[in-house]
């Protein structure tokens, strides 16, 4: 990735009975310069940013090209077999399915 400097993607979080569902802002990038990783009780992202054609010569700039890094800590809530993730329109989306241990559950009542 670009130098280390990463922008930090806007993000919405979800919720169903079933799953989180995360949103992403990630403009400019593409589904193979996507990196998503689970490790221990982090989820990590990662995103290439495509960057110029290497033959243009600036004359004036107002932003800076900046791949996109986010951290979440998931913790023991979420099924990590279970990850899925899309890419469209600038949009990632990862569904993260909850343990069954945090699923919502009713409770069966037995004749006294």
């Known amino acids: 990735m670009t130098e280390n400097r990463y922008r ?19 403009p400019g990038t593409s589904k193979e310069g996507i990196e998503i990783s689970c490790d221990g009780e982090e989820l990590s992202i990662l995103g290439k940013v495509s960057d110029f054609d290497k033959d243009w010569e600036p004359v004036s ?10 951290d979440f800590t998931i913790g023991g ?3 990590k077999d279970r990850i899925e993730a899309k ?12 343990s069954e241990s945090i699923k919502p559950r009713k409770i069966e009542l037995k004749a006294a």
Do not use: C, H, Q, W
């Open 8 to 26: 930090i993607p806007a993000a919405d979080i979800f919720e169903t009975k079933e799953k989180f569902i995360l949103a992403l802002d990630m």
């Open 61 to 70: 700039t107002e932003f800076r090209v900046l791949d996109y890094r986010r």
């Open 77 to 79: 809530k979420i099924n």
């Open 87 to 98: 890419y469209s329109n600038g949009i990632l989306t990862i569904e993260l399915e909850k």
